[in-house]
């Protein structure tokens, strides 16, 4: 298609093209870096907002290519005013259609929070994106630190979680986001893409059998799982270097774009902390916003222990991760890998939070705790031998698939290499699952 180019005349910084991307008609804003560093005028963040107007309005993804220095002092608080209305129509997108953001300089202040409220995230090598700049923070904390220190390509993707990947420039960039859109419609009122696939639904997936360790202790990557879950072993990764410990990727099933969210036993364990609690609610939200169905693969020994998580908030953060499934009403099936321990099992798309389906291999583990842990506290005063005897018995009788499944806790206790065919098996036969919820402004779990 030709590009339709929308306020080509308003001065400003920013320019509005309906254009394609990944093959898909999207809106784009694109904020020039050459006059200013890209600073918003009030007409520039007019532009913003008319740009997320119209993609509300005519259900087409917004895509942002930032650039900016922040409100341009020259016009004081008609600036402020204009990045104002400009992040209201933003938030008013949010949920109802994708809101992509590639970030291809430094990007300040006002600019910068429009990144915090978009779904994905990428950044260039050489960009920067942060609230406060170094010299302020240097006259109020006496730090000194370059704009790449503070929120340079490697801070943003891995520190502050802000972007999902880096890219070369902004070509790759918005390349990336056009395969990120390959996986969600233009709208909350659509089903995503399918896509056409020769890989058999049904493929058995013998590589997974000798995948988990025998130790209890062994890790694996969980990304082969996934891989073997989707067609042609492609995934598509989202915030691969932010919270290592909890992947969240796209995949297609029988060519339907599909959520992964796996505990990731090659980091930390595959244990939730802070940063793994908000990337993989935040995942949840955006899937379950655009009708993409999850697979959540569980291995994990609970909620990372220690001083400092309690006192940054792991109580709230944790509760993200917990509202984010109880309120998803897309179809969710759960795969229970190896160990599911404690509250974190619960908080990983248990049954009883809502899954739809719930599928376990002849390895898993689902109890309280650990055997060696158990017997601890329920044999404290036993010898030695008696002890090892008694996780042994822990082992035999407590921490096996089958009871859970005797309980319906879960549904079917499947072989490895049997794990996409059941899965896909199982999402066919979600296609058709509505929910319909009581209505309400929305709930007030944590954000």
Known sequence: MTDLALRASVPGAVSVTVTELGGRQVVLARSVADARLGALDEASSENLAAAAHLALKHRLPLVFALASSGADLNEGVAALHGWGMAARAVARCSGVVPVLAAVTGPTVSGPALLLGMADVVVATQDASAYVVGPSTVAGFTGELLSADELGGSAILSRTSGVAATIAADEEDALAFLGAVLGYLPDSCDDEPPTWPSADPVDRLTPELEALVPAASTGS??????????????EILELWGAWAPN????FTCVGGRPTGIVANQPIALAGTLDINSSQKGARFVALCDAFNVPIVTLVDTSGFLPGKDLEWRGIIRHGAQLVGAYARATVPRVCLVLRKAYGGAYIVMDSKTMGNDLCLAWPSAELAVMG??????????????????????????????????????????????DETRREVAAALELLRSKRERLRPRSHDNLPL
């Open 220 to 233: 694996y990557d969980v990304r082969e799982v996934a891989r073997a879950i989707g067609d042609d072993d």
């Open 371 to 416: 055997a060696k842990g158990a017997v601890e506290i329920l044999h404290r005063r036993s010898t030695p031998e008696e002890r090892l005897e008694a996780e042994r018995e822990y082992e035999r009788t407590l921490l096996t698939p089958w009871v859970a499944a005797e309980r319906g806790f879960v549904d079917q206790v499947i072989t490895p």
């Open 246 to 249: 909890l992947v969240t990727a």
